[in-house]
């Protein structure tokens, strides 16, 4: 069974990717920068094929278009819960316990409509350039949804759990791509 960092060290870990030296590079254009951004991403595998903004690429449109597939995903995730909280006979196949599911959902509802208003301020505060206090927002979004994936380990509920993870690893990568925007990397 992997183990979690705890957030604190998540952060921290993550602070020292951000000031890597090898950040920053003015150099890199299209699929380079991408190469580049994911590969000081956790996910490097699930970054390189997500990312496919739009032509010219930058850091700063590889932060929109993957901020904007973390959003899709919250939805899609609000929707299948949604879904599985009306439909109680959908959780029966899946649940040992429906009363501890339906418990476990509605904190994955509460988690994800937090992690829904945080991507939606973060994208509002990247289009207006205001980078630490998006970046705050998208370390909230990722440690909240953290608490419906913690939740949902050994349960039936795979497509919700996949869509969480998503939500997770796109926080990361829009936090990565950020800086190659910030520091000049377009």
Known sequence: MARLLPPQLFFLLTLVVIIHPSYGLKHLKGIA???????????????????????????????????????IKALEAGTIIASLLNDSSSILPVAKNPLQAKELLQICWDSNMNTMEDLWIASSLLYNKIIN??????????????????????????????????????????????????????
Request: charge should be negative; proline fraction near 4%; hydrophobic fraction near 40%.
């Open 133 to 186: 206090p998006m970046i705050a927002r998208l370390y909230h979004a990722a440690n909240t949804t953290r608490v419906c994936q913690d939740g949902l380990k050994g349960t039936g509920f795979t497509a919700l759990a996949a869509k969480i993870e998503d939500i997770i690893k796109l926080c990361e990568i829009c936090v990565v791509s950020t800086n190659f925007f910030v520091n000049g990397a377009h």
């Open 33 to 71: 920068l991408v190469d580049e951004v994911c590969r000081h991403t956790s996910h490097n595998e699930y970054c390189v094929d997500t990312i496919i903004p739009k032509p010219p690429l930058s850091g700063e449109r590889i932060t929109s278009t993957t901020l904007g597939w973390a959003q």
